[in-house]
């Protein structure tokens, strides 16, 4: 593997220009949640090259005294009859198994952690030396529009995130193009190896890496795959709407669907609404979960952070009610 492209300095914290354009969003290919693929337009948009960094989530901190979701005590109303051990302040911390373990329970690698946060990303007695330039973790939906409501930006749409990542590239598989691992070049920080427990850091990491440790995909946008899992506006539905092409018209900046749609209906027991996130994580592996790719999509509950999802900034002139 080639030494890592770094951002240019004009790039760390900035915005990169997106050209509004149709392009086809989401796969038939993959996953059931990201069908069917359907034409969207988008107007022009800037995003962040890289997602939030921790060096900038600490300005943020440093400048309001912000404590994020992870780092406040559980409100005993909102769980009815949990212990009071588990009701401190922690998130959601991923932890390598010792061997196989059946792929169906999430629960044998993700382990709740107190004190762990965005600041003690692994838990108590972790920091962020060394990790300034990582992208900032464990944080919820409500710490991410926080951020941006104070650098006076906002989260992006799926559509404008599936566009930006995409590079201007229309229905390649891969931020890229078509091959995972093209000439056996490593493009995006995932796992190889037998995920949980076996990760052969073939791509030089085997958890977060600094933003830019991979070339920029078209647009000269970095890590819009693999990395961390990154926030959206929309509400998650378990699909995309038909392509509206073939009734009428292409839709022009969409916002999903309602809230109503976002609870998940095999856990009734939570009603919390869930988000989209895009673009897949370190933890994303072609044994598992090969969702380090522009049209991969999950849901998330917007109070949950955890050690594998961030986000990314955008701006733009129109107003996306």
């Not at 190889?192 to 076996?198: K, L, S, V, Y």
């Not at 856990?267 to 897949?280: H, L, N, S, T, Y």
């Amino acid at each position: 593997m080639t030494g890592p492209a770094r951002p240019s300095s004009q790039h760390d914290d900035g915005m990169v220009p997106i050209p509004g354009g149709t392009f086809r969003m989401g796969s038939d290919d993959h996953y059931p949640e990201e069908a069917p693929v359907h034409r969207v337009t988008v107007g022009d948009f800037s995003i962040g090259a890289t997602t939030v960094t921790n060096r900038r989530f600490s300005a943020f901190v440093d400048a309001t005294g912000y404590r994020t979701v992870a780092e406040r005590p559980l409100d005993p109303a909102e769980f009815p009859g949990a212990p009071p051990e588990n009701l401190v302040a922690g998130s959601l911390v991923f932890t390598m198994t010792p061997g196989p373990v059946d792929l169906r329970h999430l629960s044998q690698w993700w382990v709740w952690t107190p004190g762990a946060c965005w600041s003690r990303p692994d838990g108590p007695g972790s920091d962020l030396s060394g990790r300034a330039d990582h992208p900032v973790v464990h944080v919820a939906y409500e710490d991410a529009l926080a951020y941006v409501e104070w650098a006076g930006q906002d989260l992006p749409t799926e559509a404008e995130w599936e566009r930006a990542a995409r590079g201007d590239i229309d229905g390649a598989a891969f931020v890229w193009g078509d091959e995972a691992v093209p000439n056996g070049r490593y493009l995006a920080n995932f796992w190889q190896g037998d995920f949980p427990w076996r990760n052969s850091e073939a791509d030089g990491f085997t958890g977060t890496a600094p933003v830019g440790s991979y070339p920029p995909n078209g647009f000269g946008l970095y890590d819009m795959a693999g990395n961390v899992w990154e926030w959206t506006k929309d509400w998650y539905a378990s699909g995309h709407p038909a392509d509206a092409e073939k009734a009428c018209c292409v839709p022009i900046d969409p916002r999903g669907p309602s809230v109503e749609s976002s609870y998940d209906p095999r856990q009734p027991q939570f009603a919390i609404p869930r988000r989209v996130i895009k673009g897949g994580s370190f933890l994303c592996a072609d044994n598992y979960c090969q969702r380090y790719r522009p049209a991969a999509r999950r849901p998330q509950m917007i109070d949950t952070g955890m050690s594998h999802l961030g986000f990314r900034t955008v701006s733009r002139r129109r107003s996306l009610l």
